[in-house]
């Protein structure tokens, strides 16, 4: 019943009141209360706006690649089989005409953890907006970005290095749009720590952990020491990369409130007629407690990344939904403190890194895309070896839920596995609502 004929059915109802006996004015309210209701719910009553957006997303990947070696020292062709990298249950919704819940929960055979859960506050006052939980933090191009929206299968391996995937921390962020007639927005951060979150990794030959059958390239071992005797900077790199009890930690308990993590970010939009636009940002995050010395008490390792982003659009009106090209370039800078050990003493030292990640993603129509990736960056503990991974993708779109992605890597990882060719199958399917917010 629309709400003419609800504000019809009211009129004769009250026109009947005076000459109709009550128990008929009973009947008549019992049967007019479902449609008021369903009128007010139309115009978006309270039931309307505080029901749940859920949706749930999950990936299955199957790869081939050939880090394995057989027992003559072959590269060989071998798989990890099926794999679920994401099985994600998303649940949002406006609490209040100020602000919303949003939450992800990750499942895996290991059990459920709580990927994100955050609020935010959106109609405060100055154009400012506040959130506040566990989420992504606001750093770079893609960082923000959940691994099922990327364009590209594999997570950006920079974001590996530098943070062990992609930075979410716990913590607060506040952001503010300034009063111009140009988009300028500017966001800082406080969190708990630097950590990272990755549904991705890389296969490895499962023959090649080192140990005295198996020492790194130039090295050998005596009894458990290792030697390097034509190059000791590479020693002390190799043995940092080993597992050590007594490496630093990251911080726990009470801390000094310098002792947390802050970022600060600046982002602008540049329109070039209808067709083009470009995006730009910078990007910092600094923790002085970023590890915490078992070796040298009281002793604090502090790290600092920053980077700026450029990302290049072209969407033609005419065509915008089923057409369009992106591509850019984002570059990071990371400087870091840790321990190394040089002959039988442990020595603290800092290293400064850095790399890039660039791409270039075009859709076809409706049902294809394609692009490729490259980037090319330097250990965060041993500048002096550079890794270099290029990409090339496919996708159809089944439909809006559904699609079949494919991607070709060759991973070049220096001296330390050489490098790897990889290809990988996916599938993303999802069920109902599921939005990570406002990306391009």
Same mark, same amino acid.
């Given at each position: ?281 910078? #990007?910092?995050?600094?923790? !002085?407690? +970023?590890?915490? *010395? ?6 604090? =390792?502090?790290? $600092?990344? %920053? ?101 070709? #890597?060759?991973?070049?990882? !220096?001296? +330390?596995?050489? *490098? ?6 996916? =599938?993303?399917? $999802?069920? %109902? ?8």
């Amino acid at each position: 019943m629309n709400q003419a004929s609800v504000l019809s059915s009211k009129m004769t109802a009250r026109h009947s009141a005076a000459c109709a006996p009550a128990p008929l004015l009973a009947v008549l309210a019992l049967a007019l209360a479902p449609a008021a209701a369903h009128a007010q719910q139309a115009r978006g009553g309270l039931g309307a706006w505080q029901n749940p957006d859920i949706g749930f997303i999950y990936d299955l990947k199957f790869d081939l690649h050939d880090a394995q070696h057989d027992a003559a020292g072959d590269r060989e062709w071998t798989t990890r089989g099926f794999h679920i990298s994401t099985a994600e249950l998303s649940i949002g919704s406006e609490v209040d005409p100020y602000g919303r819940m949003d939450f992800n929960a990750a499942f895996s055979s290991e059990g459920v953890e709580i990927h994100e859960l955050f609020f935010t506050l959106s109609a405060l006052p100055g154009g400012m907006q506040l959130r506040g939980g566990k989420f992504l933090a606001d750093f770079g191009r893609w960082n923000s970005f959940h691994t099922h929206f990327l364009p590209f299968i594999s997570e950006p391996r920079i974001l590996h290095e530098y943070f062990g995937g992609h930075l979410m921390p716990q913590g607060v962020e506040l952001s503010w749009l300034l009063p111009l007639d140009h988009y300028v927005e500017l966001t800082g951060g406080l969190y708990n720590d630097l950590v990272g979150d990755s549904h991705d990794s890389d296969p490895t030959d499962s023959n090649a952990a080192w140990g005295p059958d198996n020492p790194p390239p130039g090295c050998h071992f005596h009894g458990d020491d290792l030697h390097c005797p034509d190059d000791p900077d590479a020693e002390a790199a190799y043995l940092a990369t080993l597992d050590d009890p007594l490496a630093p930690i990251a911080p726990s308990g009470n801390r000094r409130p310098g002792d947390l993590a802050f970022l600060g970010r600046a982002r602008t939009s540049l329109e070039l007629g209808l067709d083009w636009s470009i995006d730009l940002g910078a #990007s910092i995050v600094h923790q !002085g407690a +970023y590890r915490t *010395s078992q070796r040298f008490p009281g002793t604090d =390792y502090a790290k $600092t990344t %920053g980077g700026v982003d450029l990302a290049v659009f072209w969407n033609p009106p005419e065509q915008n939904l089923y057409r369009g090209l992106d591509f850019g370039v984002e570059y990071l800078r990371n400087q870091q403190e840790f321990e190394v050990q040089s002959g039988e003493n442990w020595v603290q030292r800092e290293t400064s890194s850095d790399g890039f990640f660039s791409w270039v993603h075009y859709r076809l129509s409706r049902r294809w895309e394609l692009g490729s990736s490259y980037e090319n960056f330097a250990a965060a503990e041993r500048s002096a070896d550079r890794r270099r991974r290029a990409a090339a993708f496919l996708s159809c779109n089944i439909s809006h839920y559904q699609r079949i992605r494919c991607e070709y #890597s060759n991973d070049d990882r !220096g001296d +330390y596995a050489g *490098s790897v060719n990889q290809i990988t199958l996916l =599938y993303d399917g $999802t069920i %109902g609502f599921h939005t990570h917010g406002t990306q391009r």
